[in-house]
Nanobody, 119 residues
Framework: QVQLVESGGGLAQAGGSLRLSCTASGSFFSINKMGWFRQAAGKERELVAIITSGGSTNYPDSVKGRFTISRDNAKNTVLLQMNSLKPEDTAVYYC?????????????WGQGTQVTVSS
């Protein structure tokens, strides 16, 4: 079992910045992909950023150039630096990790943290 603890959400003005953090703990051999997703009211959950164990990253066009994902493998932590925030970035942000344990891979979600951007 893996637990994900998220922090860093809150209220920001348009053009401002926020940083999200997610730390994994529990039983696993290694963490593969780590990522952030978001879900705005009335919309489907969408990918915001993902980073592989090797450090490769991927972003959708909607956040590219504004958001940066990074990870600290020693602390089992993934960070999301969000700059130049827009009102349309308002959503609940979820951390997601894929771990390897006993020759299998498992996917876990964080509890979600609210990000609200005012215009």
């Amino acid at each position: 079992q893996v637990q994900l603890v998220e922090s860093g959400g809150g209220l920001a003005q348009a053009g401002g910045s926020l940083r999200l953090s997610c730390t994994a703990s529990g039983s696993f051999f290694s963490i593969n992909k780590m990522g952030w997703f978001r879900q705005a009211a009335g919309k489907e959950r969408e990918l915001v950023a993902i980073i592989t164990s090797g450090g490769s990253t991927n972003y959708p066009d909607s956040v590219k150039g504004r958001f940066t994902i990074s990870r600290d493998n020693a602390k089992n932590t993934v960070l999301l630096q969000m700059n130049s925030l827009k009102p349309e970035d308002t959503a609940v942000y979820y951390c997601n990790v894929e771990v390897s344990f006993l020759r299998s891979k498992y996917n876990y979600w964080g509890q979600g943290t609210q990000v609200t951007v005012s215009s």
